[in-house]
């Protein structure tokens, strides 16, 4: 946790995430006095309370109600949990995963296991087949600030994606770009083409260019959309149901931000695009509420970890609202991603 919480308050601020997330009520100073065995009157848990909010770490909802932790409060929480974690075998999972008789059978039980396990979307994004590469790419102008992207992969398959662009450009330019990207990126595996796009961008001295920038841009943006490839399991929903509309005080945001998931997991190629970013980390990865780039992500967290199949990466996780049960939810997530690691590594002995 932050350094410059005193042991008394990181102790509070603790006890005040782990009560609101069981509980789904604003925590009280004589509550926490009460319980949080610091042997506090609730007069000193208040001016704490009231220092954790003037740090941004709890909010009150209501004059006369108790603290709830904010974004800030659930990353101080999660970092806590994730300093203190000793990884620990989940041989029943492993065993029930060890009965499947393919991999894609393993990866669709995966997802079903983290689901189940910690009472959230559980999804498993099983990493593109290495003879999905890209052919080539194409940009065409549709009209004034929007471009066509046509990404064609070995195979014949071919995705589109249409973007917004600022700035004036020509439909010579676009074909310039395009082919630049052909010259230096076809024959790659979508996933290399992907990283070595980004590590391009990282590279200063080729963004002096202004045209084979918006290239790099245009590229990245239609291959990240696309993803050929790649595969999502997803399982759970109805725990999405129970845990969100459980929150009866406040039934109308509950109410969008349940819309706002199912929309993500009816549009695939995004949630993709997003647990994408995650492929970048090694190990596990915590995402929580407004640390996601898109607002409409804000009333989400993620907890995601990876896993090899000997050369490429996917990842597997669970998605559910902010007040999600982490310690639960990062201790399924890791067992069942080195289960799977480990599964696969067996059969390819």
């Known amino acids: 946790m932050s350094q410059d919480l005193t042991d008394r308050q990181r102790r509070i601020l603790a006890r005040l995430v782990a009560e609101y997330i069981e509980q789904g009520e604003p925590v009280s100073s004589s509550w926490l006095a009460e319980h949080s065995a610091l042997g506090l009157s609730s007069a000193t848990v208040r001016n704490i309370l009231a220092r954790l909010e003037e740090q941004g770490l709890v909010r009150q909802p209501h004059t006369s109600a108790g603290r709830v932790p904010t974004d800030s409060g659930y990353r101080q929480y999660v970092d806590l949990l994730l300093s203190g974690r000793k990884r620990r075998l989940a041989p029943e999972i492993e065993a029930r995963l060890s009965q499947s008789g393919t991999v894609a059978d393993l990866l669709e039980h995966a997802s079903h296991e983290l689901s189940r396990g910690a009472h959230h979307i559980g999804f498993v994004m099983a990493p593109a087949r290495p003879s999905a590469r890209l052919q080539h790419i194409d940009f065409v102008m549709l009209d004034a600030g929007r471009v066509l992207i046509v990404v064609v992969a070995t195979g014949g398959r071919i995705t589109h994606k249409v973007i917004e662009l600022t700035g004036r450009i020509d439909q010579v330019q676009l074909t310039q770009a395009a082919n630049y990207i052909n010259r230096e990126f076809a024959g790659l595996t979508m996933h290399e083409a992907r990283e070595a796009i980004v590590e391009r961008m990282r590279q200063e001295r080729i963004l002096y260019d202004a045209l084979m920038a918006r290239a790099l841009e245009m590229a990245k943006s239609g291959l990240s959309a696309v993803n050929p490839g790649e595969t999502l399991h997803v399982q759970g929903t109805g725990y999405l149901f129970d845990e969100i509309l459980g929150d009866a005080a406040d039934r109308d945001r509950a109410l969008e931000t349940l819309r706002a998931l199912v929309r993500m997991l009816e549009e695939k190629n995004r949630l993709i695009e997003l647990l994408t970013q995650y492929l970048d980390t090694s190990g596990l990865t915590v995402v929580i509420g407004s640390e996601h780039g898109q ?37 399924v997530v890791d067992g069942v991603s080195h289960a799977v690691t480990r599964i696969i590594e067996k059969h390819a002995d």
């Open 295 to 331: 607002h409409d992500l804000h009333p989400f967290s993620v907890v995601a970890s990876t896993f090899s199949d000997g050369g490429r990466v996917g990842a597997v996780g669970v998605i559910g609202p902010t007040r999600m049960r982490y310690q639960r939810a990062i201790s």
